[in-house]
């Protein structure tokens, strides 16, 4: 077990960054870095096998109830309440635990992240802000983040992702949304995306293996020394492709530069599509044992329902659970529906009704006026993982919702819906995760595949997020 960090002494230099804030629209913002201590401290290695003692300058030091502090002081948020009184009652184990959105690019938008907040989530990232496009162009910001207004008071505890390595653009950003209204209650390095656009921008997953680590490091060691001071700085990780003693060498390296908390993704950077296969909890349960005194840590990964949660936490001991495409699909996943002490039926709302619920606030909190959302194309993304199932087989309603523009119409489309759905004799009760399970199990054989004409209408949706991050890059 590492050594608490709680009990060392550490020094903090503050370097002089001087960002220009005012008049954004017609000035790049002027900066100063101050040179690096000539004295750094020496970090020790904690006998991790195969890692050196590392000369670094202290980090600030981290408050290891930070996390569990910031959940206690919403804990009064009536969306919450009979939440807790409900399931922390039957399941201690979620008691002070984090149920998490995760970040997802044009889809954990703010309409999406209030919806789950409906449901039990008591914790949300944004999507990843492309840190480079957020500084140099206005309409990005614009669209990311309402430098008056800032995020609405109900959206909260929210930590922005960030993405990028160019250390000013992170600190121009970090220090734009920090000025803004209600500010926000941290910040996130995106170290997770397997997608290629990442490994041509210099971060997501290909960054933890850029210069052996060292351009990762550097990154978070700088930002702490920056703004570690105001507000938690914390990344999100996969294993690496050569395994987990590699990866837990880095991981540390990452505690000792001051990351206030380390979200694991169980999977490395070529688990994904049909080969996403299983998440490594045992992975994840190392890096608690090693790490887990010191700061907190988030599981990613292999979650369909709260019997996953629990299970997950009561195995790997980790701070908090993060769900990415299964609350995609059913936003009311941390409440008790669909599990073993309800006989696997959908005890919560139905899925129409979660679709429904979702257009309203989107009607409400536009996903593209600083919602973090690509207007349109967000929430039809939304509606077809909602709705997968009940767009199967009914290839027109499927291409009205991934061709319109209307909201009226996806309206109609949800009536159409209904209507079916009651000629059919559709229980609520029997409904589980579909869109989740399409690389999981094997719905239709390779001598019944799905039209071609399907196919394209289906890419045109599940594809929006990707085609809204290379058209940031």
């Known amino acids: 077990m590492v050594e608490s960090k709680a009990t060392k002494k550490r020094t903090y230099h503050t370097s002089k960054m001087d960002l220009m804030l005012s008049s954004l629209s017609n000035?790049?913002?002027?900066?100063?870095?101050?040179?690096?201590?000539?004295?750094?401290?020496?970090?020790?290695?904690?006998?991790?096998?195969?890692?050196?003692?590392?000369?670094?300058?202290?980090?600030?030091?981290?408050?290891?109830?930070?996390?569990?502090?910031?959940?206690?002081?919403?804990?009064?948020?009536?969306?919450?309440v009979t939440y807790y009184k409900e399931l922390h009652g039957k399941y201690p184990i979620l008691k002070n635990k984090a149920m998490v959105v995760a970040p997802m690019v044009d889809q954990s938008d703010l309409p999406f992240r209030l919806l789950c907040r409906n449901y039990g989530t008591n914790l949300c990232f944004t999507p990843m802000v492309h840190a480079k496009m957020f500084q140099s162009k206005e309409a990005y910001r614009k669209k990311f983040w309402s430098f008056v207004?800032?995020?609405?008071?109900?959206?909260?505890?929210?930590?922005?992702?960030?993405?990028?390595?160019?250390?000013?653009?992170?600190?121009?950003?970090?220090?734009?949304?920090?000025?803004s209204k209600g500010s926000v209650d941290g910040f996130d390095l995106n170290c997770g995306c397997p997608q290629s656009i990442a490994?041509?921008?210099?971060?997501?997953?290909?960054?933890?293996?850029?210069?052996?680590?060292?351009?990762?490091?550097?990154?978070?060691?700088?930002?702490?020394?920056?703004?570690?001071?105001?507000?938690?700085?914390?990344?999100?990780?996969?294993?690496?492709?050569?395994?987990?003693?590699?990866?837990?060498?880095?991981?540390?390296r990452l505690v000792d530069a001051g990351a206030s908390m380390l979200t694991i993704h169980g999977r490395n950077r070529m688990q994904k599509g049909l080969k996403t296969g299983k998440t490594d909890w045992d992975a994840i349960k190392r890096v608690?044992?090693?790490?887990?005194?010191?700061?907190?840590?988030?599981?990613?990964?292999?979650?369909?329902?709260?019997?996953?949660?629990?299970?997950?936490?009561?195995?790997?001991?980790?701070?908090g659970v993060m769900s990415s495409e299964a609350i995609l699909e059913y936003p009311a996943l941390f409440t008790d529906t669909n599990t073993e002490a309800?006989?696997?039926?959908?005890?919560?709302?139905?899925?129409?009704?979660?679709?429904?619920?979702?257009?309203?606030?989107?009607?409400?909190?536009?996903?593209?006026?600083g919602g973090q959302g690509n207007g349109i194309k967000c929430i039809r993304a939304h509606i077809h993982k909602f709705l997968h199932e009940d767009l199967s087989g009914r290839h027109d309603i499927r291409q009205e919702i991934a061709l319109t523009k209307d909201h009226d119409k996806l309206r109609k489309c949800f009536d159409d819906i209904e209507e079916l759905n009651k000629k059919e004799g559709h229980s609520v009760e029997n409904e589980g995760l579909a869109w989740y399970m399409r690389h999981r199990i094997a719905r239709r054989c390779d001598s019944n595949p799905i039209p071609k004409k399907i196919q394209r209408i289906e890419n045109v949706v599940d594809e929006a997020a990707a085609e809204h991050a290379q058209s940031d890059e």
């Open 199 to 252: 490994k041509r921008g210099n971060y997501g997953a290909f960054l933890l293996e850029k210069e052996d680590g060292n351009a990762l490091v550097d990154v978070v060691q700088s930002l702490v020394k920056e703004v570690g001071k105001e507000i938690p700085i914390s990344v999100k990780v996969r294993i690496l492709p050569t395994g987990v003693e590699d990866s837990l060498k880095l991981y540390k």
């Open 27 to 80: 000035n790049e913002p002027t900066m100063t870095v101050e040179a690096k201590d000539p004295n750094p401290t020496i970090i020790k290695s904690d006998g991790i096998d195969g890692i050196d003692d590392l000369e670094m300058e202290s980090p600030p030091e981290v408050d290891r109830q930070w996390l569990a502090k910031l959940l206690e002081k919403h804990s009064s948020d009536p969306r919450l």
């Open 342 to 369: 309800v006989g696997g039926k959908r005890t919560g709302p139905d899925r129409l009704k979660l679709a429904k619920e979702y257009l309203q606030i989107a009607e409400k909190h536009p996903p593209e006026l």
């Open 149 to 179: 207004n800032g995020t609405p008071p109900e959206d909260r505890p929210l930590i922005v992702q960030l993405c990028g390595s160019d250390i000013p653009s992170l600190i121009f950003t970090i220090k734009y949304i920090l000025s």
């Open 288 to 319: 608690v044992d090693l790490f887990g005194d010191t700061i907190p840590i988030l599981s990613n990964g292999g979650i369909s329902n709260l019997d996953d949660v629990r299970e997950c936490l009561d195995y790997t001991g980790v701070d």
